[in-house]
Nanobody
Framework: QVQLVESGGGSVQAGGSLRLSCAAS????????MGWFRQAPGKEREFVGEINRSGSAIYYADSVQGRFTISRDNAKNTVYLQMDSLKPEDTAVYYC???????????????WGQGTQVTVSS
């Protein structure tokens, strides 16, 4: 079982940037594709993007394409989410998770971290 801990959240103004980190422990991190999700108050958990085991293939949700960048450092057992040009609608708790099945729904992922809050003010 992989354990995940997110960090790097905070409060920024619209147009600003944040970099989230997700540190993994447990089984070999490089064996797994990783995903980022977010959940705003009163809304369902939403897929943000994912990265394959080597980092050679990355996929983003349309809502963040061109503004967010996912990367990973397997030597550090860490996956990153660089968020630029942030908008108020990006406000949410952000989670990382391990991909275990095909698909972009939360049910395809597991080993969720505790989440980190991102708040974007206008």
């Amino acid at each position: 079982q992989v354990q995940l801990v997110e960090s790097g959240g905070g409060s920024v103004q619209a147009g600003g940037s944040l970099r989230l980190s997700c540190a993994a422990s447990g089984r070999t991190f490089s064996y797994y594709a990783m995903g980022w999700f977010r959940q705003a108050p009163g809304k369902e958990r939403e897929f943000v993007g994912e990265i394959n085991r080597s980092g050679s293939a990355i996929y983003y949700a349309d809502s963040v394409q061109g503004r967010f960048t996912i990367s990973r450092d397997n030597a550090k057992n860490t996956v990153y989410l660089q968020m630029d040009s942030l908008k108020p609608e990006d406000t949410a708790v952000y989670y990382c998770a391990v991909r275990y099945h095909l698909g972009t729904s939360p049910s395809s992922f597991d080993s969720w971290g505790q989440g980190t809050q991102v708040t974007v003010s206008s």
